[in-house]
């Protein structure tokens, strides 16, 4: 399987939850009240996540991307004698 890499080089601004979340009695499914936590933001840059959230009072965590690090392989490596 390969994971694509679209969209990857935006910046995401998300809201915590507010509320907790409940299973609802009759059909088990979770919910919600908090409508927020199904907003998610993209921006361009740090920058301009960074100035939206100052800009409305957000409070904001920074976490920075993690580096992908991608070892190539081929066919032949599913059949070597060496697999764990």
Do not use: C
Request: glycine content about 6%; proline content about 5%; overall charge positive.
């Amino acid at each position: 399987m390969q994971s694509g890499r679209a969209k990857t080089h935006q910046w995401v601004l998300e809201f915590e939850p507010g509320t907790a979340r409940f299973t609802d009695p009759l059909m088990g499914w979770t919910g919600s009240s908090d409508t927020r936590a199904q907003l998610r933001l993209n921006f361009d840059s740090r920058e301009q996540a960074i100035a939206y959230a100052e800009r409305k009072g957000l409070e904001y965590t920074v976490q920075q991307p993690q580096v992908r690090r991608i070892r190539p392989k081929n066919y032949a490596e599913n059949f070597t004698s060496r697999r764990m």
